[in-house]
């Protein structure tokens, strides 16, 4: 059962549209397929009515009504009458699993609980609504008082529940306590079905599910990217791959729909999944390491049985400064790119001075790099050795730069300038328009600047600034240079450097590209 509708939107901050609601109940049930979806709590408000309203006609279309869930409580009629209204026919009646829960949250006596459920339940079953229960805070129950647990439970095998849930609320077992309460209990009751609910408070919902499949519980519930209150709830793909390899039972989930999920929930709820996620984490089929990339290319030495295929992802070679020649050869045939030997050599050098101020460069980010290196020319006039711009509010960016210019006997004479501008790359071409007009040399106007970030880049991604550039003698003419840098500026600058060695060299046009 999947929860991310009910469960999964406790997440703080996070809400559903109607619509959003009906495309994740349509992608959990007709693509990934889980057996049911809990999809809210009776009597939220009004708004909630029309989201389950919409869903539910759509489930009635498809053949789907059973395998849509909403929670209801032990009011006896209130929550039976407003999900039968909408078209609902399965409620998860919430009960107290543990003692301290019944006598200080309802201040009432088990036996009275106990009254309450079975009247619900009854009127549930009048009006064909069929009935699972959760026992809340089962967890804290079998730690502190197992004999209520049982008390209760006695009462319940009576009563043609469907599913009895056992809900860890807080995250408060470990593996082995899970497998001993699951087993106890479905060894006591051989005639109930029982779910397990995890929590993720310590870190082993998932060890926990597993536990609790392994120990006899017939359902599990997860959401999507472990959405719930406090640390989550048990993701839905760790635990369908766990039971498929780790336990060796099959579900009717399809693992090549898991990523699908997972990104529509990411984009409704605004919570990014973190990069190393089991599965469906955007780096975890992915290998910095370049040993790890010469192991794959003799002979596939770091496959697992978690392939990238299986999710219907894609193995990956991180670009950066672990990576050696294997890595960037991966990831050149991916783009259909071919260099030669010292291309390749050239590239992979900038590769680690770029790492060495942004941590992963991506495949994404390698055709500017290309771009960038086979542009550049071998043997440079000119050469930025530093820059300094400082842009601030009320005051003017200022820039300050030190540019090297190989002189008539072959070496390199430095000359420093700073000045003042409107912006920050302003304030740096004025500086250099000071060291030129020492020169003597006569700058092209700009005519376009355009700045770039790889599609599907982040806030760290390489920046391509490409700089288109009128003629200085033949204004109708232009030619176009580019600098990739990690900071927007300073890919400027690289782009300018670029523009002053074609003017000296008296080339106008692109060396590549």
């Given at each position: 059962?999947?929860?991310?509708?009910?469960?999964?939107?406790?997440?703080?901050?996070?809400?559903?549209?109607?619509?959003?609601?009906?495309?994740?109940?349509?992608?959990?049930?007709?693509?990934?397929k889980v057996?049911?979806?809990?999809?809210?709590?009776?009597?939220?408000?009004?708004?909630?009515?029309?989201?389950?309203?919409?869903?539910?006609?759509?489930a009635?279309?498809?053949?789907?009504?059973d395998?849509?869930?909403?929670?209801?409580?032990?009011?006896v009629h209130?929550?039976?009458?407003?999900?039968?209204?909408?078209?609902?026919?399965?409620?998860?009646?919430?009960?107290?699993?543990?003692l301290?829960?019944?006598?200080?949250?309802?201040?009432?006596?088990?036996s009275?609980?106990f009254?309450?459920?079975?009247?619900?339940?009854?009127?549930?079953s009048?009006?064909?609504?069929?009935?699972n229960?959760?026992?809340?805070?089962?967890?804290?129950g079998?730690?502190?008082?197992?004999?209520?647990?049982?008390a209760?439970?006695?009462?319940?095998?009576?009563?043609?529940?469907?599913?009895?849930m056992l809900?860890?609320?807080?995250?408060?077992?470990?593996?082995?306590?899970?497998?001993?309460?699951?087993?106890?209990?479905?060894?006591?009751?051989?005639?109930?079905?029982?779910?397990?609910?995890?929590?993720?408070?310590?870190?082993?919902?998932?060890?926990?599910t597993?536990?609790?499949?392994?120990?006899?519980?017939?359902?599990?519930?997860?959401?999507?990217?472990?959405?719930?209150?406090?640390?989550?709830?048990?993701?839905?793909?760790?635990?369908?791959?766990?039971?498929?390899?780790?336990?060796?039972?099959r579900?009717?989930?399809?693992?090549?729909?898991?990523?699908?999920?997972?990104?529509?929930v990411?984009?409704?709820?605004?919570?990014?999944?973190?990069?190393?996620?089991?599965?469906?984490?955007?780096n975890?089929?992915?290998?910095?390491?370049?040993?790890?990339?010469d192991?794959?290319?003799?002979g596939?030495?770091?496959?697992?049985?978690?392939?990238?295929?299986?999710?219907?992802?894609?193995?990956?070679?991180?670009?950066?400064?672990?990576?050696?020649?294997?890595?960037?050869?991966?990831?050149?045939?991916?783009?259909?790119?071919?260099?030669?030997?010292?291309?390749?050599?050239?590239?992979?050098?900038?590769?680690?001075?770029?790492?060495?101020?942004?941590?992963?460069?991506?495949?994404?980010?390698?055709?500017?790099?290309?771009?960038?290196v086979?542009?550049?020319?071998?043997?440079?006039?000119f050469?930025?050795?530093?820059?300094?711009?400082?842009?601030s509010?009320?005051?003017?960016?200022?820039?300050?730069?030190?540019?090297?210019?190989?002189?008539?006997?072959?070496?390199?004479?430095e000359?420093?300038?700073?000045d003042?501008?409107?912006?920050?790359?302003?304030?740096?071409?004025?500086?250099?328009?000071?060291?030129?007009?020492?020169?003597?040399?006569?700058?092209?106007?700009?005519?376009?600047?355009?700045?770039?970030?790889p599609?599907?880049?982040?806030?760290?991604?390489?920046?391509?600034?490409?700089?288109?550039?009128?003629?200085?003698?033949?204004?109708?003419?232009?030619f176009?240079?580019?600098?990739?840098?990690?900071?927007?500026?300073?890919?400027?600058?690289?782009?300018?450097?670029?523009?002053?060695?074609?003017?000296?060299?008296?080339?106008?046009?692109?060396?590549?590209?």
């Amino acid at each position: 059962m999947d929860t991310t509708l009910r469960d999964g939107e406790q997440m703080q901050d996070v809400s559903y549209t109607p619509g959003e609601k009906l495309a994740i109940a349509k992608v959990l049930l007709e693509d990934v397929k889980v057996d049911h979806v809990e999809l809210t709590s009776a009597l939220v408000s009004e708004g909630e009515r029309g989201a389950v309203r919409e869903v539910i006609t759509w489930a009635q279309e498809h053949g789907l009504t059973d395998a849509i869930e909403v929670l209801g409580f032990t009011d006896v009629h209130r929550s039976v009458d407003w999900i039968r209204d909408l078209g609902c026919t399965v409620m998860n009646l919430l009960a107290k699993g543990s003692l301290r829960h019944v006598t200080t949250q309802l201040g009432k006596q088990p036996s009275e609980h106990f009254a309450d459920i079975g009247a619900t339940v009854e009127y549930a079953s009048d009006h064909a609504v069929r009935c699972n229960i959760y026992l809340e805070d089962w967890s804290g129950g079998m730690l502190d008082s197992p004999d209520y647990v049982l008390a209760m439970l006695d009462e319940l095998a009576g009563m043609g529940l469907w599913r009895i849930m056992l809900p860890d609320t807080l995250g408060l077992l470990s593996p082995p306590q899970v497998h001993r309460f699951v087993g106890d209990l479905v060894s006591r009751y051989p005639g109930l079905r029982f779910d397990f609910h995890g929590h993720d408070d310590y870190g082993v919902a998932t060890a926990n599910t597993l536990a609790a499949v392994e120990a006899g519980a017939s359902c599990v519930h997860c959401t999507i990217n472990g959405m719930g209150e406090r640390a989550g709830n048990t993701p839905l793909d760790e635990v369908v791959v766990g039971i498929h390899d780790f336990l060796g039972r099959r579900t009717n989930v399809d693992e090549t729909k898991l990523i699908t999920a997972c990104e529509r929930v990411e984009v409704f709820s605004g919570r990014r999944v973190s990069f190393n996620k089991p599965i469906v984490g955007p780096n975890v089929f992915t290998q910095t390491a370049g040993i790890h990339a010469d192991g794959d290319h003799k002979g596939d030495l770091y496959a697992s049985r978690l392939s990238p295929e299986r999710f219907a992802r894609r193995r990956r070679y991180a670009l950066g400064k672990l990576s050696g020649k294997r890595s960037l050869e991966f990831n050149l045939a991916d783009l259909g790119i071919v260099l030669d030997d010292e291309q390749s050599r050239l590239v992979l050098e900038r590769i680690k001075e770029l790492a060495d101020r942004k941590q992963t460069i991506t495949q994404d980010d390698l055709p500017f790099i290309i771009s960038d290196v086979l542009e550049t020319p071998h043997n440079r006039q000119f050469i930025l050795r530093s820059c300094v711009v400082v842009s601030s509010i009320g005051l003017k960016p200022v820039a300050t730069i030190k540019l090297a210019c190989r002189n008539g006997a072959g070496e390199f004479d430095e000359y420093e300038a700073s000045d003042q501008g409107d912006g920050g790359y302003d304030a740096f071409m004025n500086a250099v328009r000071r060291i030129a007009g020492k020169l003597g040399l006569n700058l092209p106007r700009l005519a376009d600047y355009n700045v770039s970030i790889p599609p599907g880049g982040k806030s760290d991604a390489l920046v391509q600034c490409s700089i288109t550039w009128t003629h200085p003698d033949r204004p109708g003419e232009v030619f176009n240079t580019k600098g990739v840098h990690s900071d927007q500026v300073l890919a400027a600058a690289q782009a300018t450097e670029k523009m002053l060695n074609l003017v000296a060299a008296g080339s106008l046009a692109p060396v590549y590209g």
